[in-house]
């Protein structure tokens, strides 16, 4: 069964797809909260610098020591990023722009200078090509196994357990870092071995999808799921089915449409983005609107209570408190002034007499009415 499996080319490409974007989109979620996404890009280029060093060292183009060169170019990445930012010469995004572009254009000169004949190359390691990532295979107990099937397989495991054995941690590393520290949970001991395993997971990533799409799982899933729901848990949840949806979905388009896999994957995650943004249910611009909307029809409903507690007792109120001096007193036009009155009679707040036409407080509307007059009674 398992054979069969690996020999349908499809549900390979989509497999190596999908986990490429749970492994990304567990560690980006905790990125994305910390505003420190923009690691990603630096890392997902800097880390060639590693590669490209491990292979003139060892001549191997696939080294297992690759891994630690490359995470330990992510890391010096971060942490030249951070000592520039301290100088306070420059900001702190400013000085990852700074940095990351100088160490990738340093490992793209050694590449044509000393790794010219290598398949070694800058820009499948910023593409990458995934329907070719099954040609590329380990045979393991008389079964062909795809070398990044295997290889992104391990790192997934990898990040989903620390995320499990550290969730509590991660957690309160990202919302409350001075608790954390007070606490002796080494928040910062923790963020560079999140980077440490986003180094490892773009090095994984590069012969599959490369640098771009790698980018892409990391912070748009994340994010998309964060515009959704505000349970850490279920953003963890829902950025790594949005990440499966999207392999999935991304490789039927672009078997439709001949276009490039990876391509067309990012383009899904950016319309999944694109939806949540529009239509999320708490912070989408219709649920937003919507809230807004509901905002100003309560104040409105709030003017009312307030213009008729001042009248209540006055000898004109029989003139005051009418439906057609709304118009006239609070500048209402016909139909709004028939859209609040009903809201303020839906909810139990007025009454409206049938014999005078008079609109009536009820003990509801009048301890609102009062409520909203208290602050500026007291000034």
Do not use: C
Not at 306 to 331: C, F, G, I, Q, T
């Amino acid at each position: 069964m398992l054979a069969a499996l690996l020999d349908n080319v499809d549900l390979v490409i989509m497999a190596i797809g999908a986990l490429v974007g749970i492994a990304a989109s567990l560690l980006g979620t905790f990125l994305v909260l910390r505003r420190s996404s923009l690691y990603s890009d630096a890392i997902s280029h800097s880390v060639l610098l590693g590669i490209v060093l491990v292979y003139l060292m060892s001549g191997d183009v696939h080294s297992p020591y690759q891994l630690v060169g490359a995470a330990l170019a992510g890391l010096a990445t971060v942490y030249l990023s951070e000592l520039l930012g301290a100088s306070r010469r420059v900001k702190q995004d400013a000085a990852i722009g700074l940095v990351f572009p100088a160490l990738f254009a340093l490992a793209v000169l050694l590449i044509n200078l000393y790794a010219r004949d290598v398949h070694l190359d800058e820009h499948a390691v910023l593409l990458g090509e995934l329907a070719f990532a099954w040609l590329d295979v380990v045979p393991i107990g008389g079964l062909e196994i795809p070398r990044s099937l295997l290889t992104m397989s391990a790192i997934t495991l990898v990040n989903a357990l620390f995320v499990t054995l550290f969730y509590k941690e991660l957690k309160l590393a990202v919302f409350d870092e001075g608790l954390a520290h007070a606490l002796g949970l080494k928040p910062r001991l923790l963020f560079y071995i999140l980077l440490l395993l986003t180094s490892v997971t773009a090095v994984g990533a590069f012969d599959a999808v490369g640098a771009i799409l790698f980018i892409t799982f990391v912070i748009v899933p994340p994010a998309t799921a964060y515009l959704l729901t505000d349970r850490l848990w279920l953003v963890l949840v829902g950025s790594a089915a949005i990440a499966v949806l999207a392999s999935v979905t991304g490789f039927a388009l672009a078997m439709r449409f001949d276009v490039s896999i990876g391509g067309m994957m990012a383009t899904v995650t950016g319309f999944f983005l694109a939806v949540a943004f529009v239509a999320g249910p708490r912070y989408g611009l219709v649920a937003r609107w919507l809230r807004l909307r509901q905002q100003r029809a309560q104040a409105h409903v709030r003017m009312l209570l307030v213009h008729l507690l001042s009248h209540e007792y006055d000898e004109e109120a029989a003139l005051e408190n009418v439906p057609a001096a709304l118009e006239h007193h609070l500048r209402w036009p016909p139909r709004l002034s028939q859209a609040v009155v009903a809201a303020a009679q839906a909810q139990g707040l007025v009454t409206l007499s049938t014999r005078d036409q008079r609109l009536h407080l009820t003990e509801a509307g009048r301890d609102m009415a009062r409520e909203v007059l208290e602050p500026w009674r007291r000034h």
